[in-house]
């Protein structure tokens, strides 16, 4: 069975950085499309960053464009995102997201992913 588990979400102080990991059991990891979504009670799943399956395409929320980076490790099978810089809006569970060959230009649709795991808290104090 695919199982994705994501790690590394904490309490944080406005200005500090997070590095989220997102291991997964994938057959044949590299290719999957990953991205990292989040979400806040009551609202939307929304796009934060995508990278494409080859590694070599991401894709970034404007919020968080120039603070976050998405990464892959395709010999750990996981995914990466360094969050520095971090908001209080930026507080959130945070989800991992496959996509089995899903192409560059649709990476910031949550509903054309196959695979998610269950969330990380991400909380920002000001």
């Known amino acids: 069975q695919e199982q994705l588990v994501e790690s590394g979400g904490g309490l944080v102080q406005a200005g500090d950085s997070l590095r989220l990991s997102c291991a997964t059991s994938?057959?044949?990891?590299?290719?999957?499309?990953m991205g990292w979504f989040r979400q806040v009670p009551g609202e939307e799943r929304n796009f934060v960053a995508g990278i494409s399956w080859s590694g070599d395409i991401t894709h970034y929320a404007d919020s968080v464009k120039g603070r976050f980076t998405i990464s892959r490790d395709d010999a750990e099978n996981t995914v990466y995102l360094q969050m520095n810089n971090l908001k209080p809006e930026d507080t959130a569970v945070y989800y991992c997201?496959?996509?089995?060959?899903?192409?560059?230009?649709?990476?910031?649709?949550?509903?054309?992913?196959?695979?998610w795991g269950q969330g990380t808290q991400v909380t920002v104090s000001a």
């Open positions: 997201a496959a996509g089995l060959r899903l192409i560059n230009t649709r990476l910031h649709m949550a509903r054309l992913y196959d695979y």
């Open positions: 994938l057959d044949s990891f590299s290719t999957y499309a």
